[in-house]
């Protein structure tokens, strides 16, 4: 399958854990978002970047988040001292051209 | 900033009748236009995008939507539902020029198309 990959798929960790989720995106693109959704929500913009570099993090992004895509490949998202409100399905997408972004199937996080 | 809106949460519509899930959107600049579709446990796929040119859009599945700037509305339509249609719409918009790489998605409309 040569779609975008997410791992783990499911994650369930106590309040005050760090977790950490990785994203293998389609080879040839340049181009990786990472969004977060949460139920009855559209997916919310967390940051971009093309190729390595991070070119936009969202505002609302807590600083306890942060996201790598070392050598513009595979990008990790990792968020420290995990909070119950952190509970969501983070969603990370790659794409070549503006906008026609192309899913993974998520990671789904729950902290007890 | 950027918004979108689809004021349905959910529609239902007969398998064979035509469907219409409504999206308007806000923008400073010009907008560039997006359906994605969930279905249950699967990740989001993109249906279709306006850019720029003709007002109407086809995309996949049979699916196309109607831009219309006045109303400030990217309506999706089918003419004819299958009851494998059913799934989570999402519109999004992303302004051109704006210096911003992400979309902006709306809450999103189930469509239920019954037998």
């Known amino acids: 399958d040569t779609g975008v990959s997410q791992d783990p798929r499911h994650k369930i960790t106590k309040r005050g854990q760090n977790v950490t989720f990785r994203c293998d995106p389609i080879?040839?693109?340049?181009?990786l978002y990472w969004y977060r959704q949460t139920l009855g929500q559209g997916p919310e913009f967390l940051t971009y970047f093309q190729n390595e570099a991070q070119l936009e993090k969202s505002r609302l992004l807590s600083d306890r988040f942060s996201a790598e895509r070392p050598k513009g490949s595979f990008s990790t998202l990792e968020i420290q001292r995990t909070e119950q409100g952190d509970s969501a399905m983070y969603l990370c997408?790659?794409?070549?051209?503006?906008?026609?972004?192309?899913f993974g199937e998520g990671s789904r996080l729950t902290v007890l | 900033a950027q918004s979108v809106a689809q004021p349905e949460d959910q529609v239902n519509v007969a398998e064979g009748n035509p469907l219409t899930v409504k999206c308007t959107y806000s923008v400073s600049g010009n907008p560039y236009l997006f359906w994605y579709v969930q279905y249950p446990n699967r990740g989001l796929q993109f249906l279709l995008k306006?850019?720029?040119?003709?007002?109407l859009v086809k995309g996949s599945y049979g699916f196309e939507a109607e831009f219309n700037k006045s109303q400030t509305s990217f309506h999706l339509k089918k003419p004819s539902a299958l009851v494998s249609d059913s799934a989570l719409y999402f519109c999004a918009v992303k302004e051109t020029g704006a210096g911003s790489y992400q979309l902006t998605f709306g809450k999103g409309t189930k469509l239920s198309v019954i037998p």
């Open positions: 080879s040839e693109h340049n181009r």
């Open positions: 997408a790659s794409s070549l051209a503006a906008g026609e972004l192309f």
């Open positions: 306006y850019i720029t040119g003709d007002n």
